[in-house]
């Protein structure tokens, strides 16, 4: 007898990234392994009240880690490599990215505490994990040493474009991989999937190059001393500033933590050229005139605890800002940074100084495709199915026609979100289920510990404040023995609401005893009862909904 042989399938799950920017994460799975395609965390949102990161829910991995094979990580950006430390403390696997992606995870790993087993690649790596071969393709994007992955399976191949950009003169002399991309279009791709973020954007992403040539400009036209934000991760940017700043003569001072341990990284790996010299510790900056100096920082994004930040409230200790001085956002908001970004602009003209960004002044490019060369990668894999990745979920749709306006069947193009199981076989793909998938908040060193329900606590406490009434009450039969007594905090001043503070009182009392005639004496029941009853009676007086706790103590 012969075991009945098993349909070939293979499945693409999206643990993160579709549906929003950011937790980039993807699993490609048969029936006996596992590969997972970056590991990203994404940062929290305005009403995320105290949380420090999101992860994606990896709790998929974690179930079927007997069959993980390997993670490989596509490039060093956070929303790719983020999620490391933590996914590591749960499963096992060796992680794959090329030297500057390794050198990046391994300092983050190293603030963690974390131990892995780190394994470098190049764009010529061959790997088999499992029964899955992989090759790689050089991709050019905001940062360098990016990697696209071919995999290789039993249904044809599967591409993944990571994120990239189609710069013809990229900085670094290393552009996306054209030819490889052209030997795959003779292959049977079975699936590609490309970087969404710009698919909302007509025509072609501007060269890294441009913005060399803007900075120069600014440079010599700036009179006293210049500081630059930028990406801490973003080493064509800060390459470009250097250049800059060495053919104006000026010294380069770098503050802010994250660009100091990324200019030092890069450049012990060779990833950045500084001439001998050029360097400025920053205590010594005071020893230079302002027009010789050049301040490269963090707070592009207009981040409240940043070097920019701290420069332009002249909170900083080393770098103050005078009028006269130039100041360039190298860098564009993030959806949701916009306002801290123009109230650093507003700043930093209040003080007299110049300020330069993307708007005015062409200091900042993209590192991710707009519509063209997405529509170019799509001719040039010719794959037989599409999934858009990386993006909110219009990006991903608007991708999806693009896609179709290239000739991809519109029932072979799939918008997925985060959790879908896509499933391909030999009669084709479909969306055959859902895993659990969504945010999972890290607070301090809490992971995973903070819910829904925590948050919504934040909400209310930041808008209406906390109403806490406390009574004593006897443990026989539930008579008032104390109080009931009132605090309450960033609701309504105490002094001045005594009016209110005195109803809600008998409020609470008459609630205590409506209670006792109906011969409830169950803690629980009377808490939820005074909450229930205070909130709706708060609200109708104030339309506000501070958070009412009840605390019920029995003697
Ligand atoms: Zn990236
Ligand atoms: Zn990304």
Do not use: W
Request: hydrophobic content about 40%; some cysteine; proline content about 4%.
């Amino acid at each position: 007898m012969f075991a009945k042989k098993r349909p070939k399938t293979i499945k693409l799950i999206p643990i993160g990234g579709l549906g929003e920017i950011g937790k980039n994460m993807m699993v490609v799975e048969n029936e006996k392994d596992i590969i997972l395609i970056d590991a990203g965390l994404k940062f929290p949102e305005e009403e995320m009240l105290g949380i420090d990161l999101v992860l994606p829910d990896y709790s998929y991995v974690v179930k079927n880690k007997d069959r993980l094979r390997g993670i490989v990580i596509t490039h060093g950006h956070e929303d790719h490599t983020g999620a490391l430390p933590y996914i590591l403390r749960e499963v096992t696997a060796p992680v794959f990215g090329t030297r500057l992606t390794l050198g990046l995870i391994q300092e983050k790993l190293k603030e963690h505490e974390v131990k892995a087993d780190l394994k470098e690649i190049t764009s010529k790596t061959e790997l088999k994990l499992g029964d899955f071969k992989l090759g790689f393709f050089e991709v050019c994007h905001s940062i360098p040493d990016g990697l696209g992955i071919i995999i290789d399976t039993e249904l044809g191949l599967i591409v993944h474009t990571g994120d990239f950009k189609f710069d013809q003169t990229p900085v670094d002399g290393r552009p996306t991989e054209l030819q490889r991309l052209m030997c795959l279009g003779q292959k049977e791709v079975l699936v590609l999937l490309s970087d969404s973020t710009n698919a909302e954007v007509p025509g072609y992403t501007l060269p890294e190059k441009s913005v060399g040539a803007s900075l120069l400009k600014i440079f010599q036209g700036a009179k006293k001393r210049i500081i630059v934000a930028s990406f801490a991760s973003h080493l064509h940017r800060i390459q470009q500033i250097i250049d800059a700043t060495v053919h104006t003569r000026r010294k380069l001072v770098v503050s802010g933590r994250s660009i100091v341990n990324n200019v030092r990284i890069a450049s012990e790996l060779g990833y950045l050229k500084i001439p001998e010299g050029v360097m400025v510790e920053i205590g010594e900056i005071e020893k230079h005139s302002p027009e010789e100096i050049v301040v490269l920082c963090t707070g592009s994004q207009g981040e409240p605890l940043s070097a920019l930040a701290r420069i332009s409230s002249n909170d900083h200790k080393q770098v103050k800002l005078h009028p006269g001085d130039t100041v360039v956002i190298s860098a564009s908001p993030i959806p949701g940074n916009e306002r801290s970004v123009s109230r650093i602009i507003d700043r930093i003209y209040k003080c007299g100084a110049e300020a330069h960004y993307e708007l005015i002044s062409g200091v900042h490019a993209s590192g991710h495709p707009a519509q063209e060369e997405l529509k170019f990668m799509i001719n040039l894999v010719q794959p037989k199915h599409f999934v858009p990745i990386h993006g909110e979920f219009r990006h991903l749709k608007h991708h999806a026609d693009l896609a179709e306006q290239v000739g991809i069947l519109p029932e072979n193009i799939f918008i997925c979100e985060d959790g879908d199981v896509l499933e391909f076989s030999e009669s084709g793909a479909r969306i055959t289920g859902k895993i659990s998938a969504g945010d999972v908040f890290v607070d301090g060193l809490g992971v995973g510990d903070i819910g829904d329900v925590v948050l919504r606590d934040r909400r209310l406490l930041s808008k209406d404040g906390v109403f806490i009434v406390v009574v004593a009450l006897n443990k026989q039969n539930t008579e008032i023995v104390a109080g009931p007594d009132i605090i309450s905090r960033g609701f309504v001043y105490v002094k001045e609401s005594k009016e209110l503070i005195d109803e809600a009182i008998v409020k609470v009392e008459e609630t205590l005893v409506e209670m006792k005639q109906e011969g409830v004496t169950d803690i629980a029941v009377l808490k939820s009862k005074i909450r229930k009853n205070l909130s709706q009676f708060l609200y109708m007086k104030t339309r506000r909904r501070p958070m009412v706790l009840p605390v019920i103590v029995e003697s």
